[in-house]
């Protein structure tokens, strides 16, 4: 970067050199003892060298531009690679954290699951038998009772 701008300070320098040159020629052409048409075409002669030194700065300055715009794209593009690649490493670890939390889950649900399956199967059992000694209960009661009647 500060090659840059030591090499536009010194372009511009120049500039300002060659500007001053031109200007003090058509001073001094003017200010001459010469005759008209001798001062005519100096000032000719000094136009066209103020033309073409005008041309070639642009045509530098136009490089100068061209250069920056492709280095400035270069790095637009390598920051955009960067950044494309940063939130993809950040999506795919979401992506895994969200996958690991759902598998996760699934467990913990398919454990409750089968938790609670064994404890509804208990209370089946449980209720099973309870009724299976409701039953025998009255079997003997009313089997004791029988007796006693007969």
Do not use: C, H, W
């Not at 490089?63 to 794209?73: I, L």
């Not at 009255?138 to 009772?145: A, D, F, P, Q, R």
């Amino acid at each position: 970067m500060a090659d840059d701008n030591s090499t536009s300070s010194a372009v511009d320098r120049l500039t300002y050199l060659l500007i001053g040159a031109g200007i003090g020629a058509t001073v001094a052409l003017l200010f001459a003892p010469k005759s008209g048409r001798e001062l005519r075409g100096d000032i000719a002669d000094a136009s066209r060298k103020g033309v073409e030194l005008t041309t070639e700065q642009a045509r530098r300055l136009g490089e100068k531009a061209t250069d920056v715009y492709g280095q400035a794209t270069a790095k637009a593009t390598d920051i955009y690679g960067q950044a494309a690649a940063k939130a993809t490493d950040i999506y795919g670890q979401t992506a895994q954290k969200a996958q690991d939390l759902i598998d996760a889950g699934k467990e913990t649900v398919s454990a409750k699951r089968e938790q609670l399956q064994a404890a509804i199967d208990a209370g089946k059992e449980a209720y099973a038998e309870e009724k299976d000694r409701a039953k025998g209960a009255n079997t003997l009661g009313t089997g004791s009772s029988t007796p006693g009647n007969a």
